[in-house]
């Protein structure tokens, strides 16, 4: 099974999120482990790296495909949880060197293709990918039709030269999505404001580089027991506009161009001393940004500036970072981690021209008007750390771990920079449709506590594999039991708002800003898989999110509400020839009453406090000799209305509202390899 993380959207960092690309495409031969007995440092950081709570971003790089699920992407339905791709796994993962897939989906009469080759020797490995997707409008569970749609290709090549004890591994992706079709946006009161709620442009270009190259050895020197060595590319560039796809007249024509490059790098050794495991290393980042909105309301011009998202954003972060391992005893370990990081920020552009309506000024200006400083530079010195506790149990059937640490974010070029001004005053909306950054914004300081732990039943091996003699239903002692927490305390969050002349803000004007406030998040994950017989699986997984404002005393924006996903599988052999499996998942999402919806006294980012719902998913799947299969599936089987309260957005907008998911879809994967 594949979940969402319990932070949500606020997880996924453009560029960063790619940063496992390499391992996810190439196996490599080393890992975190040592070349002699003792402790073991782990494979991922220990101080995780933030990233903007609730941030909009493009469809996600990878997967390429998943198929486990219905085919394409789907924004509207961002399930927690989706079932694992069962008797299809064998087809995809065998060793013949071609695979093709192909899918349909009713959901906007959704197709997607996909080839991919590899070729292996005992020291070298290449693989290609490609995929195809093209979606369009789709109707919800009452028939209304939605307005959606993409046409998307993406293209991944990987090398590898594996000998003994190293790895060289070259990742490249390229990724492009046209013709994305949002909902369109009207006019609105929410709370007696007037705003414009939905989307105001579509992006109709999407296009993305990612390259990654790594290099790891395990060397023998001194106390030296391996050293790794990264670079790592990503490149972005947007077109989002309101007349190409959606019916717009010439005066109130606009575009956006956004783009971004971002070079990054790592190096690290790890060694070994005083009967310690070490690992000490140097990263840096350097995102350079560009933006400029042309055209608006009354404009009447493609040319003219009126904008800019990001003006001449320049964000260079260095770092040092260091983790020590030690057992305490066999079955319980220590890990410590800490990290530095110096931040230097500008904006190269802050000082050109900008104009719309009755507005004439600078990103300057606008970010004066609002905070009282023109200042654009920013420096920063932030310092994390971490503590981890490890315990085993029962032949290391159970485990358990506490970390507790302060992590640093820095504000990314969005929350800084970002300048859109609008005409005050010339209509209902006026200054309510400006969205204004903020350079001065202090970075955000978690103190965070995650405690979680597991035990597998005596019989357990994986989901939907059960061995002999391990009891049946209720007596199987095949089962897993998984339970994660995490309690977050920030200073100085940095929350989307709008202003209202709170402290530290000039204008109670409704523009949205971003601010520094404090707040408490919190969530709870409880997962319980169980093979009843060798026939008969079944999985629960229950996820909670809690949030506040604490600063004022309201609830946080982007906290998906308590959700529950049942699973239920049969799966048996066919004959001889090959396997096959039918279930179904009961999906329950409770109401969210906790919402930042007021855009008077809050933020109004959130759409609306969503009803709860429940949706029932049915799917089969069969396969022959592991080398073809083929899935079929009805999502939303009794064609009900509704709407996720946090959906996947695409685009930066202030006040996105809430979109229909699909209604009954029926739909059909085939796979097959040669």
């Given at each position: 099974?594949?979940?969402?993380p319990?932070?949500?959207?606020?997880?996924?960092?453009?560029?960063?999120?790619?940063?496992?690309?390499?391992?996810?495409?190439?196996?490599?031969?080393?890992?975190?482990?040592?070349?002699?007995?003792?402790?073991?440092?782990?494979?991922?950081?220990?101080?995780?790296?933030?990233?903007?709570?609730?941030?909009?971003?493009?469809?996600?790089?990878?997967?390429?495909?998943?198929?486990?699920?219905?085919?394409?992407?789907?924004?509207?339905?961002?399930?927690?949880?989706?079932?694992?791709?069962?008797?299809?796994?064998?087809?995809?993962?065998?060793?013949?060197?071609?695979?093709?897939?192909?899918?349909?989906?009713?959901?906007?009469?959704?197709?997607?293709?996909?080839?991919?080759?590899?070729?292996?020797t005992?020291?070298?490995?290449?693989?290609?990918?490609?995929?195809?997707?093209?979606?369009?409008?789709?109707?919800?569970?009452?028939?209304?039709?939605?307005?959606?749609?993409?046409?998307?290709h993406?293209?991944?090549?990987?090398?590898?030269?594996?000998?003994?004890?190293?790895?060289?591994?070259?990742?490249?992706?390229?990724?492009?999505?046209?013709?994305a079709?949002?909902?369109?946006?009207?006019?609105?009161?929410?709370?007696?404001?007037?705003?414009?709620?939905?989307?105001?442009?579509?992006?109709?270009?999407?296009?993305?580089?990612?390259?990654?190259?790594?290099?790891?050895?395990?060397?023998?020197?001194?106390?030296?027991?391996?050293?790794?060595?990264?670079?790592?590319?990503?490149?972005?560039?947007?077109?989002?506009?309101?007349?190409?796809?959606?019916?717009?007249?010439?005066?109130?024509?606009?575009?956006?161009?956004?783009?971004?490059d971002?070079?990054?790098?790592?190096?690290?050794?790890?060694?070994?001393?005083?009967?310690?495991?070490?690992?000490?290393?140097?990263?840096?980042?350097?995102?350079?940004?560009?933006?400029?909105?042309?055209?608006?309301?009354?404009?009447?011009?493609?040319?003219?500036?009126?904008?800019?998202?990001?003006?001449?954003?320049?964000?260079?972060?260095?770092?040092?970072?260091?983790?020590?391992?030690h057992?305490?005893?066999?079955?319980?370990?220590?890990?410590?981690g800490?990290?530095?990081?110096?931040?230097?920020?500008?904006?190269?552009?802050?000082?050109?021209?900008?104009?719309?309506?009755?507005?004439?000024?600078?990103?300057?200006?606008?970010?004066?008007?609002?905070?009282?400083?023109?200042?654009t530079?920013?420096?920063?010195?932030?310092?994390s750390?971490?503590?981890?506790?490890?315990?085993?149990?029962?032949?290391?059937?159970?485990?358990?771990?506490?970390?507790?640490?302060?992590?640093?974010?820095?504000?990314?070029?969005?929350?800084?920079?970002?300048?859109?001004?609008?005409?005050?005053?010339?209509?209902?909306?006026?200054?309510?449709?400006r969205?204004?950054g903020n350079?001065?914004?202090?970075?955000e300081?978690?103190?965070?506590?995650?405690?979680?732990?597991?035990?597998?039943?005596?019989?357990?091996?994986?989901?939907?594999?059960?061995?002999?003699?391990?009891?049946?239903?209720?007596?199987?002692?095949?089962?897993?039991?998984?339970?994660?927490?995490?309690?977050?305390?920030?200073?100085?969050?940095?929350?989307?708002?709008?202003?209202?002349?709170?402290?530290?803000?000039?204008?109670?004007?409704?523009?949205?800003?971003?601010?520094?406030?404090?707040?408490?998040?919190?969530?709870?994950?409880?997962?319980?898989?169980?093979?009843?017989?060798?026939?008969?699986?079944?999985?629960?997984?229950?996820?909670?999110?809690?949030?506040?404002?604490?600063?004022?005393?309201?609830?946080?924006?982007?906290?998906?509400?308590?959700?529950?996903?049942?699973?239920?599988?049969?799966?048996?052999?066919?004959?001889?020839?090959?396997?096959?499996?039918?279930?179904?998942?009961?999906?329950?999402?409770?109401?969210?009453?906790?919402?930042d919806?007021d855009?008077?006294?809050?933020?109004?980012?959130?759409?609306?406090?969503?009803?709860?719902?429940?949706?029932?998913?049915?799917?089969?799947?069969?396969?022959?000799?592991?080398?073809?299969?083929?899935?079929?599936?009805?999502?939303?089987?009794?064609?009900?209305?509704?709407?996720?309260?946090?959906?996947?957005?695409?685009?930066?907008?202030?006040?996105?509202?809430?979109?229909?998911?699909?209604?009954?879809?029926?739909?059909?994967?085939?796979?097959?390899?040669?």
């Open positions: 099974m594949i979940t969402r319990l932070l949500g959207r606020g997880s996924f960092k453009f560029g960063a999120a790619l940063a496992g690309l390499a391992s996810a495409a190439v196996a490599s031969p080393t890992s975190a482990q040592s070349n002699t007995a003792g402790p073991t440092l782990p494979a991922e950081r220990l101080v995780p790296a933030f990233s903007q709570h609730d941030k909009p971003s493009p469809y996600p790089v990878l997967p390429m495909f998943w198929l486990g699920s219905a085919p394409g992407e789907m924004p509207y339905r961002q399930d927690h949880v989706r079932p694992e791709p069962g008797v299809l796994g064998p087809v995809l993962d065998s060793a013949r060197p071609f695979r093709f897939g192909a899918g349909y989906s009713g959901a906007g009469d959704s197709k997607e293709m996909f080839a991919q080759g590899v070729r292996r005992a020291n070298h490995m290449m693989m290609g990918t490609v995929g195809v997707e093209t979606a369009g409008g789709y109707d919800d569970g009452d028939g209304n039709r939605i307005r959606f749609g993409y046409d998307r993406t293209e991944q090549l990987v090398f590898g030269y594996l000998p003994a004890g190293r790895a060289l591994k070259a990742v490249m992706v390229h990724d492009r999505i046209d013709d079709v949002l909902p369109l946006a009207a006019p609105t009161v929410q709370n007696g404001v007037a705003l414009i709620g939905g989307y105001g442009a579509d992006p109709v270009k999407t296009e993305r580089y990612v390259a990654k190259l790594s290099y790891e050895d395990k060397v023998t020197f001194a106390a030296a027991d391996q050293v790794r060595v990264e670079l790592g590319y990503v490149g972005l560039d947007r077109v989002a506009n309101n007349f190409a796809l959606r019916p717009t007249p010439a005066p109130n024509r606009m575009k956006g161009t956004p783009s971004a971002i070079l990054s790098g790592t190096a690290s050794v790890d060694f070994r001393a005083a009967g310690l495991a070490h690992r000490l290393g140097v990263d840096a980042k350097r995102t350079a940004q560009d933006g400029e909105r042309l055209g608006g309301p009354g404009v009447n011009s493609l040319t003219t500036v009126t904008g800019r998202q990001y003006p001449g954003v320049r964000l260079l972060e260095t770092g040092l970072f260091g983790e020590t391992a057992d305490l005893s066999a079955d319980r370990h220590l890990t410590v800490w990290r530095y990081d110096y931040v230097d920020a500008s904006a190269g552009k802050a000082d050109e021209a900008m104009r719309i309506g009755n507005f004439s000024g600078t990103p300057r200006d606008l970010y004066r008007l609002y905070s009282g400083s023109g200042e530079d920013a420096r920063e010195h932030n310092l750390a971490r503590l981890k506790f490890e315990q085993e149990f029962l032949d290391d059937r159970a485990r358990a771990f506490a970390a507790v640490g302060r992590i640093m974010r820095t504000a990314d070029p969005t929350e800084r920079y970002f300048a859109l001004p609008s005409t005050a005053g010339a209509s209902p909306v006026g200054t309510a449709s969205q204004v350079p001065g914004l202090d970075p300081a978690h103190y965070r506590l995650d405690i979680g732990g597991g035990i597998d039943g005596p019989g357990w091996v994986e989901w939907g594999h059960k061995g002999p003699g391990e009891g049946r239903w209720l007596t199987s002692d095949a089962w897993r039991l998984a339970v994660t927490g995490h309690v977050d305390r920030v200073i100085d969050f940095i929350s989307r708002d709008r202003a209202h002349g709170q402290a530290g803000v000039l204008q109670s004007d409704n523009a949205f800003i971003w601010r520094n406030v404090d707040a408490l998040l919190a969530g709870l994950e409880v997962d319980v898989q169980w093979n009843l017989t060798r026939n008969w699986s079944t999985r629960l997984n229950l996820a909670y999110q809690w949030g506040e404002n604490t600063s004022d005393g309201r609830p946080l924006y982007g906290i998906n509400p308590l959700e529950a996903n049942w699973i239920v599988d049969y799966h048996d052999m066919l004959g001889t020839e090959g396997t096959w499996h039918v279930g179904g998942k009961l999906r329950a999402v409770a109401r969210q009453g906790r919402a919806n855009p008077s006294r809050g933020s109004g980012y959130d759409p609306a406090e969503t009803a709860g719902y429940a949706v029932l998913d049915l799917f089969a799947a069969a396969q022959l000799r592991d080398r073809i299969g083929v899935r079929v599936g009805i999502d939303n089987l009794l064609d009900k209305r509704y709407s996720d309260h946090n959906p996947h957005t695409s685009t930066d907008e202030p006040n996105p509202s809430p979109v229909s998911a699909p209604g009954r879809t029926f739909y059909l994967r085939t796979v097959a390899n040669f």
